[in-house]
């Protein structure tokens, strides 16, 4: 995944400008939450605009580098179908330019070369559920006592917000399943999963306001899978 940074505040004006339409604010977020490419035809389907204007708008995403282009085969032949897809760019706009990502991994770096990995994980994972419980208690506000449990939808709904696009399963037994299609640590934890993961299995933990013996994860992007898959025993 790439990541670009605005140094001169261009790109925020271009920004501003495609996000502007609320059409092409929905038309983003719909093909957020879908992995296959999808066409002009289908996505005026979902909207109910015209495909030359839904086309129109998945120029306007193109042109931003956020969406790229590709073909797809007419079942009954004839010309390929143009197919468009959320490109792996992540944007960054920040005036003036900060550079946390680069700290990340400096301090990332530091703690892999002097800390045992399991020492490491736990350390982490502690981190993170104490963040995860500060941040619980920042959503529910001062007039809640801790501990704070949020409820799973809640916590989807932050976790949303964030930008991790998630889907959640809650319709068992007292079990909850989130399933994560974009780690917004994604780059950090391709290069430390023994670190970031923790960490974010931690926060996700201290949300809900579980023990560590009551999560399970049984797919994760950093080991190769297409999303990551936790369960939660509440």
Same mark, same amino acid.
């Given at each position: ?23 092409r $604010?929905?038309?983003? !977020?719909?093909?957020?939450? =879908?992995s296959? @490419?999808?066409? +002009?035809? /289908? *996505? %005026?389907?979902?909207? #109910? ?14 042109a ?21 897809v ?14 946390y990502?680069?700290?990340? $991994?400096?301090?990332? !770096?530091?703690?892999?070369? =002097?800390?045992e @990995?399991?020492? +490491?994980? /736990? *350390? %982490?994972?502690a981190? #993170? ?57 994604s ?9 970031v ?21 049984t ?8 999303y990551c898959?936790?369960e939660?025993r509440?």
């Amino acid at each position: 995944m790439e990541t670009a940074y605005d140094k001169d505040g261009i790109y925020l004006g271009k920004l501003a400008d495609v996000f502007g339409d609320p059409t092409r $604010r929905g038309i983003y !977020r719909h093909l957020r939450g =879908t992995s296959e @490419p999808l066409s +002009a035809s /289908e *996505v %005026a389907a979902v909207f #109910g605009v015209h495909r030359t204007v839904a086309r129109a708008h998945l120029e306007k995403l193109a042109a931003l580098g956020l969406v790229e282009s590709g073909t797809r085969r007419r079942a009954g032949g004839g010309r390929p179908a143009k197919t468009y897809v959320l490109t792996g760019k992540r944007l960054e706009v920040m005036l003036p330019p900060r550079h946390y990502e680069r700290l990340s $991994r400096f301090l990332l !770096r530091l703690i892999d070369s =002097t800390i045992e @990995p399991q020492v +490491a994980g /736990e *350390v %982490a994972f502690a981190l #993170g559920r104490e963040f995860g419980a500060e941040t619980a208690a920042d959503i529910v506000g001062a007039d809640v006592q801790p501990p704070v449990k949020l409820a799973p939808r809640a916590v989807v709904a932050w976790m949303d917000e964030a930008g991790y696009n998630v889907s959640l399963d809650d319709g068992a037994r007292g079990v909850v399943t989130v399933e994560v299609h974009n780690c917004v640590y994604s780059e950090l934890a391709e290069e430390y999963p023994d670190i970031v993961c923790p960490f974010d299995r931690g926060t996700v933990c201290g949300m809900l306001g579980v023990e560590p013996s009551a999560h399970t994860q049984t797919h994760s992007m950093s080991a190769g899978d297409a999303y990551c898959r936790h369960e939660f025993r509440l």
